[in-house]
């Protein structure tokens, strides 16, 4: 049996590294990518009128800390969820019945640019950005909205033992839930899967997601 002071030393050794990871991490791939930042900026830009990035959609960080999460812009501007269900009242039916996911060709709200950003994940590239203040990591669970998990709470009473666990950490960049189906998986799947991540998380395990996600992009698109 591991030693209660050891195991402490564990758990505190892994956050320091693992926060060092990404300041080093965040900082060395918004060097890298600060060019292709700069191209589809301006093909964002071209595309449709409005912000290059959008940052008002909140998110519940570590310890229920709600912060607002960063990402290429990929839809028109407007009140999105009013236009589709005004306007396409079918695709909102499914839109609600599908753990509010529509599959990106389907969308009408997604502009052409913000079709192969969504299929690249490269509309979440500006979350190093969050990473590098701390409100994120680059692997973590997937960053939940604040009434999305109230309504899957209320909605399924048995994933509220997942959601707690998933409050203790910062939601991540990647993780299990985006190598493991991401958009296929429903929020009981994601919530048991989040779960089980922060429970038995290590560096090595960090790393191996790390090292899949390419190819999980890849693989969707």
Request: hydrophobic share 40%; no cysteine; aromatic share 12%.
């Amino acid at each position: 049996m591991i030693n209660k002071k050891i195991l402490a030393i564990r758990v505190f050794t892994f956050r320091i590294v693992k926060r060092l990871i990404d300041i080093i991490g965040s900082v060395f791939f918004i060097v890298l990518f600060s060019p292709f930042f700069l191209l589809f900026s301006l093909l964002i830009k071209i595309s449709s009128p409005g912000p290059v990035l959008f940052s008002t959609q909140k998110r519940v960080g570590q310890y229920g800390k709600i912060f607002r999460i960063l990402k290429f812009r990929s839809m028109r501007i407007g009140d999105n969820d009013k236009y589709l269900r005004e306007n396409y009242p079918e695709l909102w039916d499914k839109y609600k019945k599908s753990d509010w996911k529509l599959p990106a060709d389907e969308d009408p709200r997604i502009t052409p640019i913000g079709k192969f950003l969504r299929a690249t994940s490269i509309d979440e590239t500006p979350q190093f950005i969050n990473v590098l203040k701390g409100e994120m990591s680059i692997v973590g669970h997937r960053p939940y909205r604040p009434e999305e998990i109230e309504e899957y709470a209320k909605r399924y009473p048995h994933t509220k033992k997942y959601i707690e666990i998933i409050k203790t950490s910062k939601p991540g960049i990647t993780g299990l839930w985006q190598i493991s189906g991401r958009n296929e998986l429903n929020f009981e799947q994601r919530s048991k899967l989040d779960a089980n991540y922060i429970l038995h998380r290590s560096l090595r395990q960090e790393l191996l997601i790390i090292l899949k996600t390419p190819f999980a992009m890849l693989s969707i698109w």
